[in-house]
Every structure is written in structure tokens, then in C-alpha cells.
């Protein structure tokens, strides 16, 4: 099995910083795109940013210039530096992994996260 747990959240203030992990754990052959969603209550789950295997990043519109995904291959890490954090930014975030299996032959699976809360505050 995979599992992916995400640390990092907290209540910040408007204008503040926080740096999301996620580590990815148990048996597999590799990770291709990694990605953080974002979920508010009465609404449907958003993709935040995502990263390829060979780095190559995605922003939703609303984060660009504020946020950072970025990945260490070796620790199965994925993270998420955010910047000058807005309260509309106030969410459960998700983490999300499409892992590559050897099941017994080679398939990819998408795995997530449990969530972390990030509120900020005006």
C-alpha cells in the first residue's frame, strides 16, 4: 500500500507564509505527477499546483506569483511554499500522487492525502 501524509497547515495572518509537505510511503516503483488541491466547505476539490517527474510546474491562477510547488524525488516529497496568504486561500489542502505500481505488472495508481487545514485569518 501507499500512503501520503501531508504536515504544514496552521492559522496564519493575511500577508503571512506557510510551507505544506506531503511524503509519499510504502511499496512502489516510482512517482509521476505530484499535486496539491484545495477543498472549501460546499464546494468541489481544486487543483491548487502540480508537478511532473521531470519538474515541470502548473499554477492555478489564482496562486501564481504566491505560491511554489516544488518536489524532492529522493525523500518522495512534494511541497507547497505559499506566500503573502490571502483568506480566500483558507482551505483543507490535499496532496495527491499518481504512483507507478508493480501489480504485478507496471500500472499507476492515484493516491491522496488526508488533508491539512490552512486558515487565514484578515
Known amino acids: 500500500q501507499v500512503q501520503l501524509v501531508e504536515t504544514g497547515g496552521g492559522l496564519v495572518q493575511a500577508g503571512e507564509s506557510l510551507r505544506l509537505s506531503c511524503v509519499a510511503s510504502?511499496?512502489?516503483?516510482?512517482?509521476?505527477?505530484m499535486a496539491w488541491y484545495r477543498q472549501t466547505p460546499g464546494k468541489q476539490r481544486e487543483v491548487v499546483a502540480q508537478?511532473?517527474?521531470?519538474?515541470?510546474?502548473n499554477y492555478a491562477d489564482s496562486v501564481k506569483d504566491r505560491f511554489t510547488i516544488s518536489r524532492d524525488n529522493a525523500k518522495n516529497t512534494v511541497y507547497l511554499q505559499m506566500n503573502s496568504l490571502k483568506p480566500e486561500d483558507t482551505a483543507v489542502y490535499f496532496c495527491?500522487?499518481?504512483?507507478?505500481?508493480?501489480?504485478?505488472?507496471?500500472?499507476?495508481?492515484?493516491?491522496w492525502g488526508q488533508g491539512t487545514q490552512v486558515t487565514v485569518s484578515s
Open positions: 508537478v511532473s517527474s521531470g519538474d515541470t510546474t
Open positions: 495527491n500522487a499518481d504512483v507507478v505500481r508493480m501489480t504485478p505488472s507496471k500500472a499507476t495508481f492515484r493516491y
Open positions: 510504502g511499496s512502489f516503483f516510482s512517482i509521476n505527477t
